[in-house]
């Protein structure tokens, strides 16, 4: 069974039987060291900023590396700072991070997009909203605000009553000469987006087109981008901050994006939570990745087909039953803002035997109900046609470009961060990680689909344990501070398996009621990375598939 | 006796008579049947037109943010928006004449979004949903946010809620119809950020400063935070 605890990886440098050696690490990477950090989730190295290449290529080929999981970038009283938190798709515990110090006035150094792929995006975006430079990146430009933007916004020196122009440039005449390039005058530029029925919200992709084929594609984000990580870090700890996961991945993950701000808060806090409150909230997490699947598919669907009748119906039909129960826990549809530090809101409603009636119910209809997806969409030979074998995306670009859930396990890549790196109920419950080899779009809603079955598993087992649970042990919140404070300079990054994939949130404490620094690794974002990849070489039908199965949410790309 | 009988059964309504004889009971409407002998109402052209124009609306496709969730669970099962006629998406600007705004409107999507209003044909109608296209919800503190829809485009209903429910929305879809049908129209934004050529922009520190990046014909939008409400 998938489940079972694997054996460490212990063929990599600087790993024993207890996890990772960070003095063995520390050897190998030698003089590139200038010091050492201690964060809550793993070591970290201060390095050289000239040497940042050569660590990260060290560490991803001999000490195996392979997952650049998200790179922060932060602005403090006397440097910048950029932190490259790695990870193994072998067995994400093991992390390490690499911190680059950089100078206040003349904030640059080396990028680690050579080494790692998907570190291209997440350096764009350190440039755009803190303002460090990366030198010899291969496309140093804004990623998120305009590009006609002024200063950058994360940064401790930014006014933002500071007046702003926006250009609508994007509306060139495609068959104007210089859209064409010049040794290939077939080729045709196209905007797809950002208002447009099948980018899943307001993305934009620019295209470049020979004959029906893409020979170019830059999918351009951040006309969702509503300052997410400074709301973040203008709320305190306790309260403010927890209704903004919500609205990251606003597809009714609701619970699994408040999971990963509370996972990372209470590690950053040290609080514990009662075992009661962990089965609620995998229970309801997983109510939350069917309500979410549910919508993926049949967004798909929509965009497959172009029909907005059928499947679409039936996804949505699926997906209320899931948003009522979650409406009769937590009192809303969508912004659920149940989760608290500690444990969650409230227990279960009452009558619990009508509620448990209620899931099971659900639950006992679910494998009818899939058994339909399978002949409407799986089994349909038009779709089948239209999926299978294009947008492929082969393991090891998935790793490189640092893609998670359903897009990572579509394509064979064995990583849950649910079974990896257990939280929450999940290592007590009897369940299995879905894995497809087809790399293409089809097996990646293939997995989706199947993960579907997973989930009821999972919440079916959360049912038989709440109904048996003693009535006098139901404590569903521990006694946490009124104004929590954590303890100063502590940083932590911790990732959770969202909807989209892993969702990780790095926090830094200053010692007051409210983060320092928030930064959120959003998978959309890393997942939509790839999606250039996919589709080069393809036609823009299959492009739009790719997407669709790529599942983004514009909220968290852009957040 | 019964030759008045059969007189009283052999007898055609005068709708029977008008309809002549052959058609189809599916002609045969609620409507029609209470109208009666006399198929014809008299009203004024332009009161007819806005009742038409209420009870037949074409909604833009359109979807920003979260409340573009539950604005499909709107148009989908359950809720189903069509029952009060208003329940055609329309992919395209030019076949709508009601955008239901729903979400965060932030820099870089206002010109598009201001684009896309342009593009509808007249009357065109604005549904504001949720509170980020009421002033900017949670996120109004956000540098990147714009406080509200209506200071891009003229909104005739503001939905509240983050996000409103479905039966907030079609509430606020048949408040439209109402407005619609009684010929009432939305005033006209109070401080609109308007689409502009960047060289007729004022010429201060900011506009000098990108003039080598931005061509004078480019069509921009200026954003003075510093004034937002």
């Not at chain 1, 039936?314 to 009769?328: M, V, W």
């Not at chain 1, 089948?384 to 490189?400: F, W, Y």
């Not at chain 1, 404590?475 to 929590?484: D, G, H, K, M, S």
């Not at chain 2, 109402?178 to 109070?190: C, D, F, K, L, Q």
Request: contains cysteine.
């Amino acid at each position: 069974m998938s489940l079972e605890k694997r054996t460490p990886v212990v063929d990599d440098v600087g790993v024993t039987e207890d996890g990772v050696d960070y003095d063995a690490l520390a050897d190998l990477l030698g003089d590139s060291i200038i010091d050492r950090e201690h964060h809550v989730n793993a070591e970290g190295f201060v390095i050289r900023p000239d040497d940042v290449q050569s660590v990260l290529r060290t560490l991803k080929d001999e000490a195996g590396f392979d997952h650049c999981s998200c790179v922060t970038a932060q602005d403090y009283d006397d440097r910048y700072e950029s932190i490259y938190h790695l990870k193994k798709y072998r067995d994400p515990t093991q992390e390490v991070s690499v911190v680059v110090p950089t100078p206040k006035d003349d904030p640059r150094h080396q990028t680690g997009s050579d080494v790692y792929e998907t570190a291209n995006w997440h350096e764009r975006e350190a440039y755009d909203l803190v303002g460090i430079e990366y030198d010899d990146h291969p496309d140093q430009r804004r990623i998120l605000l305009p590009e006609t933007w002024q200063g950058h916004p994360l940064s401790q020196d930014f006014n933002q009553d500071q007046p702003q122009v926006v250009s609508l440039r994007e509306h060139a005449n495609p068959l104007q000469d210089d859209k064409q390039s010049p040794d290939d005058p077939d080729t045709m530029f196209i905007n797809i987006g950002p208002h447009h029925p099948a980018t899943h919200g307001v993305l934009h992709v620019k295209t470049v087109l020979d004959g029906e084929q893409i020979v170019d594609i830059d999918p351009d984000i951040g006309y969702l981008h509503r300052c997410e990580e400074q709301m973040c870090q203008q709320g305190t700890y306790r309260h403010q901050i927890m209704p903004y996961p919500d609205r990251w991945d606003y597809i009714s993950a609701g619970i699994l994006n408040e999971w990963a701000y509370a996972r990372a808060a209470e590690d950053l806090a040290d609080i514990e939570v009662p075992e009661y409150a962990q089965v609620i909230r995998t229970m309801s997490a997983e109510m939350c990745r069917i309500a979410s699947h549910s919508l993926a598919l049949a967004t798909f669907a929509l965009d497959v087909f172009g029909d907005f009748t059928a499947v679409f119906q039936y996804g949505i039909r699926d997906r209320e039953i899931a948003q009522d129960l979650l409406e009769d826990l937590t009192g809303q549809r969508l912004m659920f803002n149940y989760l608290r530090l500690g444990g969650v809101a409230w227990d279960l409603p009452e009558p619990r035997e009508e509620y448990f009636e209620k899931i099971r119910d659900f639950l006992d209809d679910l494998p009818e109900k899939l058994a339909e997806y399978h002949d409407l969409v799986t089994g349909n030979e038009i779709f089948q046609m239209r999926c299978v074998d294009t947008g492929i995306l082969t393991p090891e670009k998935v790793k490189d470009y640092g893609a998670t859930g359903p897009v990572a396990r579509g394509s064979g890549v064995d990583y849950d961060l649910r079974r990896d790196d257990p939280y929450g109920y999940y290592d007590e419950l009897d369940w299995d990680v879905v894995t497809e080899d087809g790399c293409d779009n089809f097996s990646r809603v293939l997995v989706r689909l199947r993960e579907l079955e997973e989930s009821a598993r999972i919440i079916e087992q959360c049912v038989d344990l709440l109904e048996e649970w003693p009535e006098d042990d139901r404590t569903i919140q521990a006694n946490v501070p009124r104004t929590l404070k954590p303890d100063p300079d502590r940083e932590i990054y911790r990732a959770v398996e969202g909807a989209k994939g892993e969702l990780g949130i790095y926090i830094r404490s200053d010692g007051t009621d409210k983060p320092a620094r928030f930064k959120i690794r959003s998978p959309c974002f890393s997942n939509l990375q790839s999606l250039a990849e996919m589709s080069e070489g393809e036609y823009i039908p299959d492009m739009i598939a790719s997407l669709g199965s790529l599942d983004i949410v514009l909220g968290e790309v852009d957040r | 006796m019964s030759s008045d009988q059969t007189k009283l059964a052999d007898a055609q309504s005068t709708q029977e008579a008008r309809m002549g004889s052959g058609a189809d009971d599916r002609f045969n409407s609620k409507l029609r049947e209470a109208f009666g002998s006399t198929p014809f109402i008299l009203t004024k052209f332009d009161k007819f037109m806005n009742w038409v124009r209420g009870s037949s609306m074409f909604m833009l496709q359109f979807g920003i943010a979260c409340c573009s969730i539950e604005m499909i669970h709107t148009y989908a099962i359950k809720h189903d928006l069509d029952r009060f006629g208003a329940g055609v998406p329309r992919a395209s600007p030019r076949q709508a004449d009601v955008i239901i705004v729903p979400g965060t409107i932030v820099s870089k999507f206002a010109p598009r979004m201001k684009r896309v209003y342009d593009q509808m044909p007249e009357p065109k109608f604005v549904v504001s949903m949720g509170s980020c296209t009421v002033s900017g919800g949670p996120f109004q503190e956000g540098y990147n946010v714009v406080k509200g829809a209506e200071e891009v485009i003229p909104c005739d209903i503001h939905v509240p809620g983050c996000p409103p429910r479905p039966e907030a929305l079609i509430y606020g879809v048949a408040k439209l119809q109402e407005r619609i049908a009684e010929g009432e129209s939305s005033p006209v934004t109070v401080k609109p950020y308007e689409l502009e050529q960047f060289g007729d922009l004022e010429q201060d520190e900011l506009v000098q400063k990108l003039a080598d990046q931005i061509d004078e014909e480019d069509l921009v939008m200026r954003y003075n935070w510093g004034d937002s409400p």
